[in-house]
């Protein structure tokens, strides 16, 4: 999985990202200290794992992986090349969803760059900073499906969609809304790869006060509540500086320093609850002696499917799933006790595949 991070400069943005990657891209009191596009690779906490590690005495535990995309603080006017431009916003076309920062906390010593701290003002320079990016892609397939248009009728009814959407974005909406029936449409639509077509987290940003309480008494993040609300997004709160504390200490001593603050989960792991909710993702596992390893997909594969992810091989010759829940595997303690109480099952090609599904798959090419 891979998300992109977006917002105004001086929103958090950099610190969250480093305090979750622990990449260290710079992070400064100034706009437009992240000049490159900052990339890291993050782990998804699975406590499923560790006790099947042990179960099986494996030699290697493999977790899921979420790769983050920082880029530059974007500022109203940043496609008509205000700040840095939108050039970055090409870095975060092939994520799979965009975490959207937004300041929620007043704090003198941080400017803000358009002075004060208003929520939803800020999602909207964004968002208008991604429409821009999106039209040019457009006019750009616009002037290329023109030409083909004159003697080709394929294209010729692509152009029509083409016009259609650009239309739409230019009264402000954002591609997500745009909604067709027609599946060739909905292919084109899906190669455009638009940022305002993906679908949004937003991480509503403030002081570790305000953390304790999940923003209830916050009008900024209530108000980024509502809007999500509205547009179908996930929201979670976060402290970007708390996160920095937390990314400093061994695995032991989070634990203690989340309790302490009354606090069940760290932000990484709201982020990753909140992104798997929002792309409808789950993840399945295999266990052995050689590797204990989870496997991302998406909500509602089916097993010949849900093996391919492993090797394309697994797919195409797809005998069969030796299935057990992990539930199921802890509650008898072993596999053979499992096996006894009928609860290690065999399914075929139609199986939908199911979070936490402990899976040996049977193939033949």
């Known amino acids: 999985m891979k998300l992109g991070i977006v917002g105004l400069p001086n929103v958090g943005k950099s610190t969250l990202f480093n305090s979750l990657t622990k990449a260290g891209a710079e992070s400064a009191n100034y706009p437009f200290c992240t000049i490159d596009p900052n990339v890291g690779v993050v782990t998804v906490p699975d406590k499923r794992l560790d006790v099947l590690g042990e ?68 999602i909207e320079t964004i968002n208008l900073e991604l429409i821009f990016s999106d039209l040019e892609i457009l006019e750009r397939r616009i002037a290329k499906t023109t030409k083909l248009s004159r003697n080709d009728k394929t294209a010729a009814k692509e152009l029509e969609l083409l016009k259609h959407l650009k239309a739409h974005l230019e009264e402000n909406q954002l591609a997500k809304s745009f909604t067709t029936e027609d599946e060739d449409e909905q292919a084109w639509m899906a190669d455009y790869n ?68 009354g606090l069940e989960e760290s932000g990484l792991e709201k982020l990753i609850k909140a992104s798997y909710h929002l792309l409808g993702l789950i993840s399945y596992l295999t266990a052995g002696e050689p590797e204990v390893r989870a496997w991302t997909i998406k909500r509602g594969t089916k097993a010949p499917q849900a093996a391919g992810k492993i090797h394309s091989d697994f797919e195409r010759g797809f005998i069969r799933a030796e299935i057990v829940s992990y539930d199921d595997l802890m509650a008898c303690k072993t596999h053979a006790a499992a096996k006894e109480k009928g609860l290690v099952r065999l399914e075929g090609k139609e199986y939908i595949v199911q979070d936490g599904d402990i899976i040996l798959f049977r193939f033949n090419v």
């Open 55 to 122: 179960m099986y005495h494996t030699k290697k535990i493999v977790p899921a992986a979420i790769e983050f995309v920082d880029i530059a603080g974007l500022v109203k006017g940043a496609s008509k090349g205000e700040g840095l431009g939108n050039q970055f916003l090409a870095n975060i076309r092939e994520v799979d969803a965009i975490v959207h920062v937004v300041r929620c906390f007043e704090d003198s010593n941080i400017v803000h760059v358009d002075g004060s701290i208003d929520p939803l003002r800020d």
């Open 194 to 261: 638009l940022l305002t077509a993906k679908p949004v987290i937003f991480a509503a940003n403030v002081t570790e006060d305000d953390l304790a309480d999940d923003g209830v008494n916050n009008d900024g993040v209530q108000a980024v509540r509502d809007y999500a609300e509205r547009e179908n997004c996930e929201v979670f709160v976060v402290c970007a500086q708390i996160e920095q504390e937390i990314a400093e200490l061994e695995d032991d001593e989070k634990k203690m320093f989340l309790e302490d603050l």
